[in-house]
């Protein structure tokens, strides 16, 4: 088989780059490891930033997300039973939207099936070869029978487990690593969210995530020890802990019921160099991961699609190779700005072991100083709404 641009992974940064590229004319194969119904099944992101809302649009596949998501306009900050409200308008002028990363990959690959373009699920062994070559291919195998796709470009769209990143030389890759002593305990539950804005609370018991997808489901993260299995936690166990790490007046509001999901994530700082190899370009968690607190894997994800959809567009439409050449660079710049600021609004809000009453009482007032102060907040607001691309 022959394509263009041959996309391994079809999770939302390859089935974005993938209709992009369609909408411009330009050929691609998106492969994907696991089943639609698996991919489907991931409970991740729900914070979408203005320049990820864009390019859905942009993409054509806009549609059901402009009518169903939910525009936030601010995040309540909580800590202890003192809290304040980072208005995203006011302070950055912008919003964010609340839309499921769930419902984003089920527009996408809704909108691939519409096109008919290739989209293989299941594959199996998948090798990149001749990546630093001008004619790269792209090796794997379904059911036990090989296959092989002959490209321009490989878009390494694989997620953090993926092939591609480890296909880079290892004398050519530096990788900038930090790992969180704790991880995320996330449910899902269909009740009405405790508020109708997200509320990141911090506490001596740990940090707390209320979220939501839509005003009848909800999304809650407690802080947990990497060491807790999901099936330790019982749904009684779970409320009752969130409940110790709100506000009093939302504790007593908060409306409970069975869990529909319940997982738990590590939580990582990651970020690999550079992410191009010759005609293999890095797009997404292959080359970063960021702990959820700022909510932007996806969003960062999405910064990375539009680079490089501009850079191939650049190529196929100017036939000038400058996009390309400078993928790996702008999209490094904006990947690093949303590593800091995930690593310092997670260092904020999360209790880590062995932290002690100075380091509690810096946390503290720092969450003081951005109560009262207008230009820390328009700083952090900035950083959540999204850095412009
Ligand atoms: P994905 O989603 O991991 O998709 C990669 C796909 O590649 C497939 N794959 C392969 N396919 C073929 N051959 C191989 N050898 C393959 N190896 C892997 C995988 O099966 C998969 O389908 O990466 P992508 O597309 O770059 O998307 C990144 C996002 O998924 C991720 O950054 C976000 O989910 C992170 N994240 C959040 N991001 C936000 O912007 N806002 C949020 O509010 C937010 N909340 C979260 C999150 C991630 C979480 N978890 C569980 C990690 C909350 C959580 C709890
Ligand atoms: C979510 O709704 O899953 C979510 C929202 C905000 C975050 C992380 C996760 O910072």
Redesign the pocket.
Known sequence: MKTQVAI???????LLLGQLLHRRGIDTVV????TKAH?LS??????LERGLAALMREAGVAERMDREAIRHDGALIAYGEDSFRLDFTQRAGHSVLVYG?TEITRDLYDAREAAGAPLEFE?ED?EIHGADTDAPSVRYSVNGQPRQIDCDFVAG???????SRKTIPDHLRREYEKVYPFG?L?ILSETPPVHDELIYASTDRGFALCSMRNPNLSRY?IQCSLYDNPEDWTDKAFWEELKLRLPRRFADSLVTGPSIEK?I?PLRSFVTEPMRWGRLFL????AHIVP?TG???????ASDVHYLYHGLRDFYENNSTEGIDRYSEKALRRVWKAERFSWWFSALMHRFPGQNMFDTKMQIAELDFLRSNAAAQSAMAENYVGLPY
């Open positions: 391994i992974g079809g999770g939302p940064s390859g492969l994907e490891r696991k991919v991931r409970i991740r992101a729900g914070v990363q594959v998948v769209c694989d997620g953090f487990h993926g092939v995320w996330g993260y997982s994530a797009c997404g968690d292959a959820p909510a932007k894997g996806l969003n960062t994800a």
